[in-house]
């Protein structure tokens, strides 16, 4: 039975970034039958812009929601949520070209694989990163931090394997059944950002064993936009302070403690290694800042 596909993308401030992407969505193989699109840009140039695109577009239900009163990525993906009426939800960053089949190989990978509950696609201009890198990342990431995209990535580019084990999904790429939104929530409370996708799919992933998978035939480039990017040094602050949140929310669960820690000795040596790298001090002290903020965090249930 074919499923109703509901893409949903969260924006603020990127009205050409989107309207790019918007063209990839429009010519699809597969289009779906809803876009929904949770706009907090500052003005309503976006709004503007693509409604007078979409005007072309009959074919698309869309649905337009403008709050610049939503609080960030997290708080735009509750919102789309509420909105949406397909069987599937496919979220989406805003500066994404996706290839002509994308919508069509997320549907036929539920249709054939009954029992995925969520997956995410392959990005195919990755940033270049080194077998050094991906060998201390991997060191690192452990235990409740284990994080097994990057080798089931490259699997994805090595071998014919289409549906590959994953037990964290890159959020902005990915795809869901409806179901799951009845028993996982997005967490609004707790200032996720760039830990956003690894707390709600490892969430998941613990409620529905083994159903969370890389479907290597959807495929996208990701043009990270320079916009709304945080510099270095914040980037840091907020990398070590959501690292706490996320531990702090599993505390409970097995060697949690020690990969805490183990990985916060893993960014500390990053933090070094940047700040050698661009000559600047800010990477270290925004280590630094974001170990005073995790520490003092608390979280909400």
Known sequence: MLKKISAIIPTKNRPEDLLRGLISICEQSRIPDQLVI???????????????????????HLKYIYDP????????????????????????????????DYFHEIEVGFLKNNKMIGCCGVIT?????????KLIFKIFHCGIFKDPRIDAIDK????????????????????WRRSVFDYISFDVANGFHMFEDIDFSSRVARHYS??????????????????????????ERRKIRECFTYYKKRKDW????????????????????????????????????????????????
């Open 38 to 60: 949770v706009d907090q840009s500052d003005t309503d140039k976006t709004k503007k812009l693509i409604h007078s695109f979409m005007n072309q577009y009959k074919n698309i």
């Open 125 to 133: 201009n990755p940033p270049k990163t080194s077998f050094l890198y």
């Open 156 to 175: 994805s580019t090595r071998t014919s394997e289409v549906f590959i084990p994953s037990e964290m999904l890159s959020g902005g790429i990915s795809a």
């Open 69 to 100: 009163k939503i609080l960030g990525l997290v708080d735009a993906k509750r919102v789309s949520v509420i909105h949406a009426t397909g069987d599937i939800l496919c979220f989406l960053e805003d500066d994404v070209i996706l290839e002509h």
């Open 210 to 235: 083994n159903r969370l998978f890389i479907n290597s035939n959807a495929r996208l480039a990701h043009y990270c936009s320079p916009i709304n990017r945080d510099l270095l040094g914040v980037r």
């Open 254 to 301: 097995p060697n949690a403690l020690i990969s805490f820690y183990w990985l916060l000795l893993g960014m500390l040596l990053e933090a070094i290694f940047q700040s050698f790298s661009c000559l600047s001090f800010k990477p270290i002290q925004g280590y630094m800042l974001g170990l005073r903020d995790g520490y003092t965090k608390k979280i909400i249930s």
